[in-house]
């Protein structure tokens, strides 16, 4: 059996998959799953058809970083450190919602935990409702788009600083468009004794409207277009990003989705496509992305 | 070792030797203290276990399931409003067979706040499939607390353990209490070996999702559990009782009901009271009985039952209201003696939210219903004349 399938159950073409995957393996299925509820727990965790080839642990929606905690602070306590590490596969309502208090507390009391939030940005186990981390103009099942309301108002949580505001060791995001980026940053990250974050950015076919041989090629455009950086911090510093080879209008990104198409067609759509424009522009601005 | 210390104290000092692995728990009256001694004993170097704080007893209930789950001994404690936080982990800590021993310092719930003792908490948490024992005082609070642990981890059972000691009444008084020594509870207590835990030398998946053509058997298998648990918990009371020579009797405790006309019902500090007043009416020729339930889940209907047989009139005092019907030990009692005797039940809400409960309140209520002056049904004493306000 390998660490993850076969026989999971996610969509063809799911993002999440590539990055559980990554991960264990950059691990060598030296790792003890802890997994809310959601996408991944519901293709993976059947009874009688478990797809994990590691220890798995499914509990409750809000609740995994305290329970990694739990798990870790038993090995510790069993002197057991050495059979693996602890990671949390959670996906952004989980990370960013219901479980923020959670992911905090575990922070701050910095457990030995590698957290993976997987952000295919809005609740996709229960067909596409908003979450914290749904980018604004996005059309969710919650944020319709109508006469009133052009898809999501408001800003997408910024995970990313507020792990790092959290003086953990190891702080990084990631994309399933780059899977060896992710192996190497868990390998980095896992070289580090307390609480590791990486927010791995992973496409949803059917909440995004995309066709599953795209999610690569979405997921890199998001990287590409500067509205999703690729970064990495150790001890609160910026030590690495990825660069933008050319940089490509968030347009290019958010023409190849269903959930963005009313932006282009929307009184208030112009307005949102400019203001994506703006932070993916910050981004690039804020963490020097471009190559020179 | 008798030593005159708080319940808090009685009730750490037995955590300890029962070398737990994992402690956690967030602070909340009246229950902080017992995590503040264990706290102390940690930054001593007393106690060999890992001792977290969390952020909140939600938090607290996740962090000992996940060490339970890869293998720990843990201990949890709380009251009120945190068992309330506490319920949607602990019902999935039962669901998993995960043998948590927590202690609940019982106080009542908001609104209104009220840091008091009363039952309604832990009743909160009857369906969760969560061993429950109510402890008369601090001696039995002390000695509950290796019991809990054997039980709980009895591969029979595998189910979580709430040991609920009365808070402030309990938890706050000085008693004279014989403190166990470690070599007395290691040999009552083995070293936790469970059945299933997370561990990469042989993975399992725990708490998976189960679609309709399994979950139900899950669901079964619980009870079929907490059934198991009342033969297991009286082999753990007829042995620990032979180790450490107190016997506090089994489910319940029947005192003078052979002959009585009027059975009084009890749980937790109120026994010793209602115990007192019965052993003093005794004494002017009248026949009256106590009955202490000591195990509220799994509920000894047959104990109840038995210890009913020849009573006319059953008084439960009841510590909480289950609101828009009896409350729950009333329906309990009632579900035990359908189809066999049919006394009458007076069903005394009494002392909800820290309401004083004086001696001759219960003298008062057991006199009267033995001399017939008042009708069976619910009713609430000491409740002062009110009008009735929304907050």
Redesign the interface.
């Known amino acids: 059996m390998s660490y993850f399938g076969p026989g999971h159950g996610a969509c063809p073409g799911c993002g999440f998959p590539i990055a559980v995957k990554a991960v264990l393996e950059a691990l060598e299925g030296k790792a003890f799953v802890v997994n809310p509820t959601g996408c991944l727990e519901i293709v993976s965790s059947m009874y009688n058809r478990n797809v994990w080839g590691v220890p798995y642990i499914h509990s409750l929606f809000e609740n995994a970083a305290a329970v990694a905690a739990g798990i870790e602070a038993a090995l510790r306590a069993l002197n057991r450190k050495h059979e693996g590490h602890v990671v949390v596969f959670a996906g952004d309502g989980a990370t960013a919602d219901i479980g923020f208090g959670m992911v905090s507390g575990a922070f701050d009391r910095n457990h030995d935990i590698l957290y993976i939030c997987y952000d295919n940005e809005a609740y996709q186990n229960t067909g596409n409702q908003q979450s914290a981390l749904t980018p604004p103009g996005a059309r969710t099942t919650t944020t319709p788009v109508g006469k009133r309301q052009p898809g999501k108002i408001g800003k997408k949580k910024d995970m990313v600083s507020i792990a790092v505001a959290h003086g953990i060791p190891y702080v990084a995001s990631a994309s399933v468009g780059y899977p060896n980026d992710l192996k190497r940053k868990v390998k980095r990250a896992v070289e580090f004794e307390g609480a590791k974050y990486i927010h791995v950015h992973a496409p949803c076919v059917t909440g995004w409207g995309i066709d599953g041989k795209q999610t690569v090629e979405v997921a890199r455009l998001a990287v590409e277009t500067g509205l999703y950086p690729l970064v990495e911090f150790e001890h609160g510093k910026l030590v690495r990003v990825m660069k933008i080879k050319e940089k490509k209008p968030v347009e290019e990104y958010l023409k190849a989705q269903r959930r963005f198409r009313h932006l282009f067609k929307h009184p208030e759509g112009r307005k949102i496509i400019e203001e994506l424009q703006r932070i993916a522009d910050e981004n690039i601005k804020r963490y020097n992305l471009l190559q020179q | 070792m008798r030593r005159v210390v708080r319940g808090f104290y009685a009730i750490a000092e037995a955590v300890r030797l029962c070398r737990p692995?994992?402690i956690?728990a967030y602070p909340i009256t009246p229950q902080t203290e017992i995590v503040e001694n264990l706290a102390e004993m940690y930054a001593n170097g007393e106690l060999d276990?890992?001792y977290?704080?969390?952020?909140?007893e939600?938090?607290a209930a996740?962090?000992?399931?996940?060490?339970?789950?890869?293998?720990?001994r843990?201990f949890t404690a709380t009251s009120s409003q945190g068992l309330l936080l506490m319920t949607?982990?602990l019902f999935?800590a039962a669901g998993?067979r995960l043998p948590i021993v927590m202690v609940v310092a019982n106080r009542s719930v908001s609104a209104p706040l009220s840091i008091w003792n009363d039952h309604q908490d832990s009743m909160t948490v009857r369906d969760a499939g969560i061993i429950q024992m109510h402890a008369e005082n601090n001696q039995e609070a002390h000695d509950l607390i290796p019991l809990a642990y054997k039980v709980a981890e009895d591969k029979r059972v595998l189910l979580p353990f709430i040991l609920n000691v009365d808070g402030f009444k309990l938890t706050h008084a000085y008693e004279p209490v014989d403190l166990l020594s470690q070599e007395v509870v290691d040999s009552f207590l083995p070293p936790y070996d469970p059945v299933v835990k997370?561990?990469?030398?042989k993975?399992?998946?725990?708490?998976?999702?189960?679609?309709p053509p399994?979950y139900m058997e899950f669901r079964v298998a619980m009870e079929y559990a907490m059934e198991r648990a009342k033969k297991v918990m009286e082999e753990a009371f007829k042995e620990w009782s032979e180790i450490i020579g107190r016997d506090y009797g089994s489910h319940v405790s029947a005192e003078h009901c052979e002959d009585a006309e009027v059975v009084a019902i009890a749980m937790g500090s109120l026994v010793g009271l209602v115990r007192d007043v019965v052993e003093e009416m005794r004494k002017e020729g009248k026949k009256v009985g106590l009955l202490k339930i000591r195990t509220f889940r799994p509920f000894p209907a047959e104990e109840v039952r038995e210890a009913l047989k020849n009573a006319n009139k059953v008084i439960i005092f009841e510590r909480s209201l289950s609101i828009g019907s009896d409350p729950p030990v009333t329906l309990e009692v009632k579900s035990a003696l359908f189809g066999s005797s049919s006394p009458e039940i007076h069903s005394v809400v009494i002392g909800l939210g820290g309401r004083d409960i004086p001696r001759e309140q219960i003298v008062k209520v057991i006199s009267e219903v033995y001399e017939g002056k008042v009708k069976p049904g619910k009713r609430y004493e000491g409740v002062k004349e009110f009008e009735e306000v929304i907050p």
């Open positions: 692995n994992v956690c276990a890992e977290i704080t969390a952020e909140s939600f938090a996740s962090i000992v399931l996940g060490a339970s789950a890869a293998g720990a843990v949607e982990v999935n998993m997370l561990s990469t030398e993975p399992v998946a725990m708490g998976c999702y189960a679609p399994y």
